[in-house]
Nanobody, 118 residues
Framework: QVQLVESGGGLVQAGGSLRLSCVAS????????MGWFRQAPGKERELVAQ????????HYSNSVAGRSTISRDNAKNTMYLQMNSLKPEDTAVYYC???????????WGQGTQVTVSP
């Protein structure tokens, strides 16, 4: 089983940037495809970006495409989400998640709050 811990959230003004990190422990990090989800108050959890085990293939939701970059460093057991040109609607709790192969994302971090002020 893999354990995930996010960091890097905070309060930022619209137009600013943040880099979220997710550190994994417990199992071989490169065994897992990884993803970033977010959940805003009153809304469903949304997958915003995902990356395969090798770091070669990445996909983004329309809501963050062109403004965000997902990456991973398997040697450091860490995944990142660089978010630029942040908007108030990006305000949410951001979660990292892991999955094995084509299974559903089954391992979750505790979340990190991102708040974007107008």
């Amino acid at each position: 089983q893999v354990q995930l811990v996010e960091s890097g959230g905070g309060l930022v003004q619209a137009g600013g940037s943040l880099r979220l990190s997710c550190v994994a422990s417990g199992r071989t990090f490169s065994n897992y495809d990884m993803g970033w989800f977010r959940q805003a108050p009153g809304k469903e959890r949304e997958l915003v970006a995902q990356i395969d085990w090798s770091g070669v293939k990445a996909h983004y939701s329309n809501s963050v495409a062109g403004r965000s970059t997902i990456s991973r460093d398997n040697a450091k057991n860490t995944m990142y989400l660089q978010m630029n040109s942040l908007k108030p609607e990006d305000t949410a709790v951001y979660y990292c998640a892991a999955r094995e192969g084509n299974r559903a994302f089954g391992y979750w971090g505790q979340g990190t709050q991102v708040t974007v002020s107008p």
